[in-house]
């Protein structure tokens, strides 16, 4: 009994150094942006909002947020889109090929960023698409798409296959049973994937960096300050960004719950 | 039931952010249509950035978008992926402007709109393939030496007048390179004593390879801008190969302890000149740009550039830098009659132009370049 | 007919549009980097070719195979860090704390995913520098100074960065979700606690083990920030060899042989894996 008492302890201790190992450099950044010192080190400077003046400065930084917002905005929507579409077809659909179908769907993420980029802006610039904020949408929403699918297929799973039927029995069109079952039973993973694939896009820098060209998002900014002069703006925009993407997804939690509460206080 | 009245807010939602966010939208689609002209930048970093640009964006109410790159053959390939017409104004390491026109990436320039009479260096007007057949494609406006560069507390002021002090035993595993070919083969091969040290037959250019691949086992790590930069000052690396004063001057300027020089075997000289993009809309106002850029203002900002410094190449440039910055102009040498004005280093013959490799073509040394990386 | 012209058009509605999206920029984007590793390069532009060219001169270059060899060395020894050095974590998450706690625990594991990597990277040169955090915090013990920047092990902990939270993730969720009475069973047997973790937990949850495995593999294989960064680019990895490529000289068809070289690679391991995972005991 004490020796399991120990390696709890023990466990505990590893899990907390794990924890430890996991955060230094989000604190340590944290840290920084608040850090009077040009090249940060220890022992540390004095307090100083400087480098979020500065990045409140520039101008660039804030169209790179927009066009980051913008990306991200529209390729969650189109991913989750995308993704929906496939979580439904393999829920409801067998068909022929369909492994190939759904290898096709959940195949993106294996490939490295690196070479998305380099196929991604070779062939839209091809097509005559590339150096644009769609092309980073574009690449984002193939990106996001199998997450989508996933979070939204997990959902899914969960919805009894009768529901449908019932409301086709009860007269409804497969088109309205959707709009009126299928859809309000999938909502709150349509919502997390929302989310989730706007985080995607949000901090995603390889493929964004190849094919944006002029039109930077926040991440590429990030990469060229890491390029160029390297100064703690970058620990200011991140901080800036964390707290956006937290927000984002705290409120998607919190809806998600509020959601499911309800759900089951009406059954 | 309460399924249905859940989905119906949920729509009415939709609509309502919907118009909300076309609403935020507005001032960023109307911005667009505002008289403000965008010029596209494509440079080396820091061109573009508000010390060198703010004061001619507020005068001609222009916005400049900036696109960074690092060495001549990676902005080739930006250019080249990229629509016709892409970038206003390109800020081009000299030796490349030939293949920039080459390709047909760059307009032709109106020699009369550029103060030539008024640059230092009578070489500098005629700098090597910014003319062909008469016709004028690119202008110098900034350049700036290349040699040592090191630690000071780790490297004395007599060691570095060589670049054998790169070999250093102490130094072992604390010496950098700047992430590109030219610069670093540049340096050893006037280590090796070469007159022309882009200019060597085959038998020379083995030798090159020989010296640095014995370098190797010195190395800590190849940087980009950022990396060197920061090597550098957090005393990762001791000394670098393939910079200068460029980098370290930035550093000396926040209190770092290092500097640059041009040791015995020579210096090389790095030169940057601006070019029109071919089908650029904005032509006229590129023009405005670049001639700002040479007049004593700019030629100011332009030396004094937070990112990385370089040299005033107009006399009434140089002028203006005096009475605005002695110290920095002091610093750098570039005070008429001082010993290491860059001119006089020139025609002494301890400088030589940065150029494209003449009988090996650049392919060939950017594969060594990845060989003695992998090495 | 109508009816059934009706239900096909329903039924393609929902599946068209991944076929579309990811025919169009998935597929043939990869195609058309496979046929452009056919291209040649003359004065800094591509033309279109069928030339085995650039195939012949990166398979024939040693440096290639060298940079590969180091590139599948350091993915290889990153994946068996996440994997084992995330065990224990898994393990004290899975059977070790209350649901509660469980939940939070995946929630903090989550947040490394909404901050920057790159961000993430500049912390870690910062902390990792011979003059940074944990060369200070040695010295206060009197050690010191040590610079783990421009070493494969700063190239390690980028990778870990990368992937560990992931790993610790994957790994929890596939240990939690083991049937319990099989745990019991066991320990009535009179089965050791570290037997039991061998031969009854790590079996049971062996599938998703391998594939968080897998996950870290793939990140760290194709990151170019950490070896960059971290590493000194000191040799190149593979990726970083894309970069290097794209950016100098212009030799996109080298990248593009590259990167199909590691799609392969990848596609070999992926499947040797998850074969692997599902293989039979016996």
């Known amino acids: ?267 | 039931m309460s399924k249905q009245t859940l989905l119906k807010p949920n729509r009415r939602d939709i609509l309502k952010y919907g118009v909300a966010s076309t609403a935020l939208s507005m001032p960023f689609v109307s911005r667009a249509w505002a008289q403000t002209v965008e010029l596209n930048m494509l440079a080396w970093y820091g061109h573009g950035e508000p010390d060198v640009v703010a004061e001619f964006e507020a005068a001609n109410n222009v916005k400049f978008k900036p696109k960074y790159y690092a060495g001549g053959d990676n902005m080739l390939a930006l250019i080249s992926q990229s629509p016709p017409g892409t970038y206003d104004v390109i800020l081009s390491d000299a030796e490349f402007v030939q293949q920039l026109n080459e390709a047909g990436y760059v307009d032709e320039l109106n020699a009369a709109d550029y103060p030539f009479d008024d640059f230092l260096f009578d070489e500098w007007k005629q700098f090597p393939g910014h003319w062909k057949d008469g016709k004028l494609f690119s202008v110098m406006v900034r350049c700036g030496h290349l040699g040592v560069s090191y630690n000071t507390t780790a490297v004395s002021a007599e060691e570095a007048q060589s670049y054998k002090c790169f070999w250093k035993p102490e130094l072992k595993g604390k010496v950098g390179h700047f992430d590109w070919h030219l610069p670093n083969l540049g340096q050893m091969s006037l280590l090796n004593g070469n007159a022309s040290p882009f200019d060597i037959d085959e038998a020379a250019w083995g030798k090159v390879k020989e010296t640095t691949t014995s370098l190797r086992p010195q190395v800590g790590g190849f940087f980009d801008y950022g990396g060197t930069f920061n090597g550098l000052k957090n005393g990762e690396m001791l000394a670098m190969a393939g910079i200068g004063d460029w980098i370290t001057g930035v550093l000396e300027r926040d209190g770092a302890k290092v500097a640059s020089v041009v040791p015995k075997e020579g210096g090389i000289q790095f030169t940057e000149s601006w070019s029109i993009g071919k089908g650029s809309k904005n032509a006229d106002m590129a023009k405005k740009f670049i001639q700002y850029m040479l007049s004593p203002e700019g030629q100011v900002h332009s030396a004094r550039m937070a990112a990385y410094p370089g040299f005033a190449v107009t006399k009434a440039g140089r002028k203006a830098l005096n009475e605005k910055d002695p110290k920095e102009a002091q610093r750098t040498g570039q005070v008429d009659g001082a010993a290491n004005d860059p001119v006089t280093l020139i025609k002494e013959g301890r400088i030589k132009y940065r150029g494209v490799p003449a009988q090996q073509g650049l392919e060939v040394w950017n594969d060594f370049w990845s060989e003695y990386k992998g090495s | ?282």
């Not at chain 3, 291209?39 to 940079?67: E, H, Q």
């Not at chain 3, 960059?228 to 996109?252: A, E, F, H, N, R």
């Open chain 3, 1 to 282: 007919m109508a009816e059934g012209q009706r239900r096909d058009f329903y039924a393609w509605f929902w599946r068209a549009p991944l076929l579309v999206w990811q025919l169009l920029f998935f597929v043939v984007p990869l195609a058309f980097m496979f046929v452009m590793s056919f291209w040649l390069v003359k004065n800094y532009r591509m033309t279109p070719a069928f030339a085995f060219d650039n195939w012949a001169k990166m398979l024939g270059w040693n440096i290639f195979w060298s940079s590969y060899a180091y590139t599948m060395a350091l993915a290889v020894a990153a994946t068996i860090l996440a994997s084992v050095l995330a065990f224990p974590a898994a393990y004290g998450l899975a059977f070790r704390v209350t649901d509660t706690t469980r939940r939070w625990a995946l929630f903090f594991l989550i947040i490394p995913f909404f901050t920057s990597y790159l961000v993430r990277v500049y912390a870690w040169q910062v902390v990792l520098a011979g003059n940074g955090v944990i060369s200070a915090m040695l010295g206060w013990v009197g050690l010191g100074p040590i610079s783990l920047l421009n070493t494969p092990i700063g190239t390690l902990v980028g990778y870990l960065t990368l992937s560990f939270p992931l790993v610790v993730i994957l790994q929890t969720i596939s240990l939690a979700s083991i049937d319990k009475t099989l745990i019991e069973a066991a320990h009535n047997m009179g089965c050791s606690p570290l037997r039991t973790v061998f031969s009854v937990i790590i079996p049971a949850a062996k599938v998703g083990l391998i594939v968080a495995g897998l996950f870290c593999f793939i990140l760290s294989f194709g990151d170019f920030v950490s070896p960059y960064y971290l590493g000194g680019s000191k040799p190149p990895t593979l990726s970083i060899m894309i970069v290097d490529s794209t950016k100098s000289g212009q030799q996109w068809p080298r990248a593009a042989v590259i990167a199909v070289v590691m799609i392969l690679s990848l596609l070999a391991i992926a499947f040797t894996a998850v074969k692997f995972a599902y293989r039979r005991r016996g």
């Open chain 1, 1 to 267: 009994m004490n020796t399991e008492k120990a390696t709890s302890w023990a466990l505990y201790i590893y899990i907390a150094i794990a924890f430890a190992f996991i955060f230094t450099p989000i604190i340590w950044s944290f840290i920084f942006s608040f850090n009077s010192d040009r090249f940060p080190s220890l022992p540390l400077g004095s307090f100083s909002l400087k480098w979020y003046q500065t990045i409140l400065s520039r101008p660039e930084v804030l169209e790179a947020a927009w066009t980051s917002l913008v990306v991200a905005a529209c390729s969650s929507l189109l991913s989750t889109f995308i993704g929906f579409c496939t979580a439904y077809t393999d829920y409801r659909y067998s068909f022929l090929g369909k492994q190939a179908y759904l290898a096709l769907a959940m195949l993106p993420p294996t490939i490295p960023l690196i070479i998305m980029a380099l196929a991604m802006l070779s062939w839209l610039a091809q097509i005559g698409l590339s150096g644009q904020v769609v092309s980073i949408i574009i690449a984002h929403t193939v990106l996001g798409a199998p997450f989508a699918m996933a979070v939204i297929r997990l959902r899914l799973n969960d919805m009894d296959p009768n529901l449908e039927a019932a409301s086709w029995n009860l007269g409804a069109s497969e088109w309205r049973a959707m709009r009126e079952v299928v859809v309000p039973f999938a909502m709150p993973s349509i919502i997390a994937a929302l989310c989730l694939t706007a985080a995607v896009s949000f901090d995603e820098f390889a493929v964004a960096w190849f094919v944006s060209g002029l039109n930077k998002t926040i991440p590429v900014v990030i990469l060229e300050i890491l390029q160029g002069n390297v100064d703690p703006q970058i620990n200011a925009i991140g901080t800036f960004v964390f707290v956006i993407s937290i927000t984002l997804i705290v409120v998607a939690q919190v809806l998600m719950l509020s959601k499911g509460k309800k759900e089951e206080t009406a059954q």
